[in-house]
T-cell receptor, first 114, second 112 residues
Framework: AQSVTQLDSQVPVFEEAPVELRCNYS??????LFWYVQYPNQGLQLLLK??????LVESINGFEAEFNKSQTSFHLRKPSVHISDTAEYFC????????????FGSGTRLLVRP | EAQVTQNPRYLITVTGKKLTVTCSQN?????MSWYRQDPGLGLRQIYY???????DKGDVPEGYKVSRKEKRNFPLILESPSPNQTSLYFC???????????FGPGTRLTVT
């Protein structure tokens, strides 16, 4: 069965430190990849996406993710985090043969400390 | 403003009392979906709809019903709620194809 794995349930970091949130998915069949962010008491917002083209995608607030087909991964990175980045981050995957179904990972809570 | 709206935002009810959570989008999206979010489990799809009058089960459909009579609306119905349906519910919509989904603000449901 298709699945998405976020191994880290919580990642504590200090402000201005770099961070990587890991995401792996189960199949190398063609995929579309997304990262969503959920700030406290809010809905989900799209952070960035990979549909095709360059394997490195960036968001407007400094996050980036790289699609690695051989490792079936789509890790999220930021070179220097801010307190305001504290949120829960969800990796989500749609497989091309899945009729639009979006499967989410279990989420990673990023906790940025001063 | 393009958005997905849900009502109510918070609901406390008792076991067995039928309820409906409404969802509406103003982006003319064909696809709509309901998810529940539980700690440590991420979001799991309950039902989805590819277009008007076309609905299908997601991963956790037991105990839920949906309908899609109009393109903009996709209500979630719990005919006889039980405590294990206590959760945070999200409605989402998107255009046909591999595009990102737009999420509503969520409905926190507690069933006692």
């Amino acid at each position: 069965a298709q699945s998405v794995t976020q191994l880290d349930s919580q990642v504590p970091v200090f402000e201005e430190a770099p961070v990587e949130l890991r995401c792996n998915y189960s199949s190398s069949v063609s995929v579309y990849l997304f990262w969503y962010v959920q700030y406290p008491n809010q809905g989900l917002q799209l952070l960035l996406k990979y549909l095709s083209g360059s394997t490195l995608v960036e968001s407007i607030n400094g996050f980036e993710a790289e699609f690695n087909k051989s490792q079936t991964s789509f890790h999220l990175r930021k070179p220097s985090v801010h307190i305001s980045d504290t949120a829960e981050y969800f990796c989500a995957v749609t497989w091309m043969d899945s009729s639009y179904k979006l499967i989410f990972g279990s989420g990673t809570r990023l906790l940025v400390r001063p | 403003e393009a958005q997905v709206t849900q009502n109510p935002r918070y609901l406390i009810t008792v076991t067995g009392k039928k309820l409906t959570v409404t969802c509406s989008q103003n982006m003319n999206h064909e696809y709509m979906s309901w998810y529940r979010q539980d700690p440590g489990l991420g979001l799991r799809q309950i039902y989805y709809s590819m277009n008007v009058e076309v609905t299908d089960k997601g991963d956790v459909p037991e105990g839920y019903k949906v309908s899609r009579k109009e393109k903009r609306n996709f209500p979630l119905i719990l005919e006889s709620p039980s405590p294990n349906q206590t959760s945070l519910y999200f409605c989402a919509s998107k255009n046909s194809g591999p595009y990102e989904q737009y999420f509503g603000p969520g409905t926190r449901l507690t069933v006692t």
